[in-house]
């Protein structure tokens, strides 16, 4: 789409996804556990942090489970749950575990004709959309849709099980927080790997749905770079 057809950030703003008051309050505590400002053994009490957000606590219990079940806090008996030490092990695990599952996601997709190009490259366009108006969470979710779309066109279940029980979306919006990346190569990134699908060369198409997942398994470990997944 050429640049001067694409909306304006203030219409962008307009059309995106907002984030619940679940995914503000988990991003909110996302960042203070990445950054260090909740320390390790912190205890995190409902209440307090209901305050804090000027929310009920339905919306902050489901935040808690969230970041339970991705191993950054924890249920201690006779002390609530606390904050588990942030380590960059659980970003590269998570990409290591996706590239299997992404590639042989991608393998059976080519193989069965299924791939939904079009949806694919729309989702490119709103990955370059929330460049242009500099959203993070937007272009996570955008990212995500993608890669969503590839496993379920695998028509595997016990495959697209295992996926989404990786909690895609949060690890996302943990890899933004600490990569901090330069959004235009997220969507140049996932452009290619369309058009590399679209080639219809399987084997190369398996291998860069690999490679794009490991290239991000590795950066936690290194100094920070353009692109995330």
């Known amino acids: 789409m050429p640049a001067d057809d694409r909306p304006s950030a203030r219409q962008l703003a307009a059309r995106s ?12 505590l996302l960042e203070r556990i990445v950054s260090g400002d909740l320390s390790s053994g912190e205890r995190l009490v409902e209440t307090q942090i209901a305050l804090d957000f000027g929310t009920s606590q339905a919306p902050v219990r489901e935040a808690l489970r969230e970041l339970e079940g991705l191993g950054l806090i924890e249920n201690r008996p006779r002390r609530g749950k606390t904050v588990i030490p942030f380590v960059e092990q659980t970003i590269r695990e998570a990409y290591v575990v996706r590239a299997a599952l992404e590639e042989t996601a991608t393998r059976l997709a080519m193989l069965s004709g299924d791939l939904p190009l079009a949806e694919l490259d729309a989702d490119v366009e709103d990955m370059y959309r929330s460049a242009e108006a ?4 937007a272009i996570g979710l955008a990212s995500t849709r993608f890669h969503r779309r590839v496993v379920t066109a695998s028509s595997n279940l016990l495959l697209t099980r295992a996926w989404e029980a990786l909690q895609i979306e949060a690890r996302t919006a943990i890899a933004l927080m600490v990569i901090h990346p330069e959004l235009q ?4 990134e996932h452009a290619e790997l369309v058009a590399v ?6 084997e190369a198409a398996c291998l860069h749905a690999r490679n794009h997942q490991w290239n991000y398994a590795e950066l936690p470990a290194r100094p920070p770079r353009p692109g995330v997944s």
Do not use: W, Y
């Open 185 to 188: 190569h997220v969507a140049d």
């Open 197 to 202: 699908m679209r080639a219809g060369d399987i």
């Open 17 to 28: 996804p907002k984030p619940t008051l679940s995914e503000k309050i988990r991003d909110g």
């Open 134 to 137: 500099g959203d993070p969470h």
